[in-house]
C-alpha cells in the first residue's frame, strides 16, 4: 500500500516562491510516474505537472508553465514542486499523484492521492 504525505503549503504574496514536497511510503515509488494536480475553490481539479521514474521526463499544465519546475529523488521517495511567480489563481489544495503502472504521466485515474496541502497566494 503507498501512502503519501504533502507539505510545504502556506499563504505567500504574489510573486513569491513556495516549495512543495510529497515523501511516498512503500517500496514503488522509484518504478512509477508522480506528479500534482490541484483544486482552486469553486473550480475544477487541474493538472500541474508529471515527472516519470527516472526524471527524464516532464510535463506541465499550461498555467504553470515556465514558473514551476518538478523534481524528484528516489533515493528519499519524495518529488518536490518548486513554484515560482506565484499569482493568486495560483491558490488551491494541491495534491501528490502516483501511478505505478507505467504511464508516461499522472491523470485524473491515477490510483495513489495524497490528502492535500493548501497554497494560498494573496495579492
Known amino acids: 500500500q503507498v501512502q503519501l504525505v504533502e507539505s510545504g503549503g502556506e499563504l505567500v504574496q504574489a510573486g513569491g516562491s513556495l516549495r512543495l514536497s510529497c515523501a511516498a511510503s512503500?517500496?514503488?515509488?522509484?518504478?512509477?510516474?508522480v506528479g500534482w494536480f490541484r483544486q482552486g475553490p469553486r473550480k475544477e481539479r487541474e493538472f500541474v505537472a508529471t515527472?516519470?521514474?527516472?526524471?527524464?521526463?516532464?510535463n506541465y499544465g499550461s498555467s504553470v508553465n515556465g514558473r514551476f519546475t518538478i523534481s524528484r529523488d528516489n533515493a528519499k521517495n519524495t518529488v518536490y514542486l518548486q513554484m515560482n511567480s506565484l499569482k493568486p489563481e495560483d491558490t488551491a489544495v494541491y495534491y501528490c499523484?502516483?501511478?505505478?503502472?507505467?504511464?508516461?504521466?499522472?491523470?485524473?485515474?491515477?490510483?495513489?492521492w495524497g490528502q492535500g496541502t493548501q497554497v494560498t497566494v494573496s495579492s
Open positions: 515527472i516519470n521514474w527516472s526524471g527524464a521526463y516532464t
Open positions: 512503500g517500496r514503488t515509488f522509484s518504478r512509477s510516474t
Open positions: 499523484v502516483l501511478d505505478p503502472r507505467g504511464v508516461v504521466a499522472v491523470s485524473t485515474t491515477s490510483p495513489y
